[in-house]
């Protein structure tokens, strides 16, 4: 998802959200209603957020996020495992 930020700047967003407890602070974003993207910067909700994709893109990930890849990739496997049955 690429929205624009309340400057004007782009910013891809992954598709998939993120248990709160596994983003680091100030890597936590919300888009609101009219599809802008808010940093939610030390917030701590208590549901799900939405990343960056620069800072989980497979190619250069921040290590700060490996716990949130690890559970993405577990969950993506249970997924695939449920959908052969």
Do not use: Y
Not at 15 to 20: L, M, S
Not at 37 to 50: F, M
Not at 56 to 85: I, K, M, N, Y
Request: aromatic fraction near 2%; charge should be positive.
């Amino acid at each position: 998802m690429t929205g624009s930020k309340g400057n004007g700047a782009l910013l891809d967003l992954e598709i998939r959200e993120a248990p709160t407890h596994l983003v680091p602070v100030g890597l936590r974003w919300r888009v609101t209603g009219n599809g802008i993207p808010i940093n939610l910067g030390r917030a701590d909700p208590t549901d799900t957020v939405r990343v960056a994709h620069r800072d989980v893109c497979a190619a250069r990930p921040r290590h700060d996020v490996s716990r949130l890849l690890a559970h993405w990739r577990t969950t993506a496997g249970l997924a695939a495992a449920q959908a052969e049955l």
